[in-house]
């Protein structure tokens, strides 16, 4: 499989971004306060690890494939955490959690563009897949947040 110029300038642009991610949410899982707010970044982690090596493996001349099926959303309820012993601990977590937030939505723009520049549709369906993957942890992050309060 051969990329035009500008399919592999979006890879480029698209593995930096899951670096990235990875690095944030691995640094988050370790900073944030709520033991489940540090599962959810380690899980986040992983995730993305996972579009790190599909992105790798397009951009050495794989045509990637994903389950035809769409991903759903963690259907998991919420329960507002225990406060952490300290005020400034749960606006730490806050604002671990909104950054985190505005990095997933300029990730799925960032595919949402990729889509549209693709010219296999193996690809398209692929990087569509993994935008509804972002789209995902957007969704799990705002129901944290929602959650414990801390969405207005």
């Known amino acids: 499989m051969t990329l035009t110029q500008k399919e ?9 971004q899951e670096i990235l991610c990875i690095e944030k949410y691995s640094k988050y899982s370790t900073m944030a306060n709520d033991p489940s707010l540090k599962q ?3 899980d986040l982690s ?9 992105i790798v493996e397009i951009m050495g001349g794989t045509e990637v494939s994903m389950p035809s099926e769409s991903p759903s959303a963690v259907k998991c309820k919420l329960e507002p955490s225990p406060s952490p012993a300290d005020a400034d601990g749960r606006q730490d977590d806050a604002y671990l959690c909104r950054d985190a937030l505005s990095m997933e ?9 990729s889509v549209f520049e693709f010219s296999s549709p193996v690809l398209r369906d ?3 897949h993994i935008q509804k993957e972002e789209q995902n942890h957007g969704e799990m992050l705002y129901n944290y947040l929602s ?3 801390m969405y207005s």
């Open 8 to 16: 592999h300038s979006l890879l480029t642009d698209l593995k930096s």
């Open 46 to 54: 992983r995730a993305e690890q996972k579009h790190l090596s599909t």
């Open 147 to 149: 959650a414990n309060g």
């Open 126 to 128: 692929t990087l569509a």
């Open 40 to 42: 959810l970044f380690s």
């Open 105 to 113: 939505k300029h990730v799925s723009g960032v595919y949402d563009t």
